[in-house]
């Protein structure tokens, strides 16, 4: 067998659980259960999507133009479309229990520092497979960047838009979702709900800054995903939403939205244009 080695868990590649029948003789059928599996003193890897350092303080100078602070109670945008609500049906089973009806947002005084705002409480439901990917259970709310006949998008490069600040908390909630859909998404030409997103972190109830830059927002890692470049020239919406474990109840709330490096918020163009 040779000689000792002590392990250096810095190359570490995999772990591996190989079992043998009796007196180690190979085994052809059988299982294997494992569960709860827990690395002791490792600091939680940063994945791809996630963005703990996009979180800023919400007194941070150079915000940019003002898109929405549902002043009033108003789901109306700077582009004069609208907030909405939506969750995971019909795949999935996510309710939103308080912040919306079949009417709309119920925009109240939820904002920071006791302003109007955004607030949406959710009971998660079970995950669901699109394709050949899982998708963890959500619910949420989102803004549109075009007509309601879909005809028109918003030309963020032509304002000069570097990304989206807004400000955000959590209550029980593992983190929130941020997603850019851009003409390719909106119809669906990388794939079936495939969208550039960033993961931001949980806030246990605080209220904190978000500052993402149009370059931290990813793909998902699925299957035949068809990687286009996010085109901010041709945007169509926004949305938030709410991820935490199956069967999980929690909240978020969102406001002060802004786009970053735009000191004027143009009208919609034809799409394309």
């Known amino acids: 067998w040779g000689g000792n080695r002590d392990l250096d868990v810095s190359i570490a590649q995999a772990l591996r659980w190989m079992v ?9 059928s059988g299982e294997l259960w494992i569960d709860n599996i827990i690395l002791h003193n490792v600091d939680k ?10 979180i800023a303080d919400v007194n941070i100078d150079g915000k940019g133009a003002m898109f929405s602070d549902f002043e009033g109670g108003s789901a109306e945008n700077a582009l ?8 995971d049906t019909p795949q999935g089973s996510t309710m939103i229990t308080a912040g919306a009806d079949l009417l709309g947002l119920d925009i109240g005084l939820n904002g920071r520092d006791g302003s109007y705002g955004v607030h949406i409480g ?5 995950s669901f497979a699109i394709n050949d990917d899982i998708v963890r259970p959500f ?3 989102g803004t549109n960047l075009t007509d309601a006949l879909q005809k028109k998008s918003y030309n963020a490069a032509a304002d000069n838009v570097t990304g989206v600040y807004f400000e955000y908390k959590t209550t029980d909630l593992d983190e929130l979702v941020f997603e850019v859909f851009d003409r390719s998404s909106f119809f669906e030409e990388r794939g079936e709900a495939v969208v550039h997103y960033i993961r ?12 993402v830059p149009w370059n931290v927002l990813v793909l998902p890692d699925w299957n035949q995903v068809v990687t286009i470049p996010l085109d901010i020239a041709d945007l169509m919406k926004l949305q938030f939403r709410g991820m935490g474990a199956t069967q999980f109840q929690g909240t978020f709330s969102i406001d002060n939205v802004y786009f970053m490096g735009a000191t004027t918020i143009s009208p919609l163009a034809p799409i394309g244009n």
């Open 80 to 87: 004069e479309a609208y907030w909405y609500a939506y969750d």
């Open 122 to 126: 959710i009971v998660l439901g079970s």
């Open 20 to 28: 043998k029948g009796d007196n180690n003789d190979p085994r052809t």
């Open 200 to 211: 931001l972190p949980g806030t246990d109830g605080a209220w904190v800054g978000a500052v």
């Open 139 to 141: 619910a949420g709310v």
């Open 45 to 54: 890897r940063i994945q791809h999507d996630e963005c703990p350092d996009c």
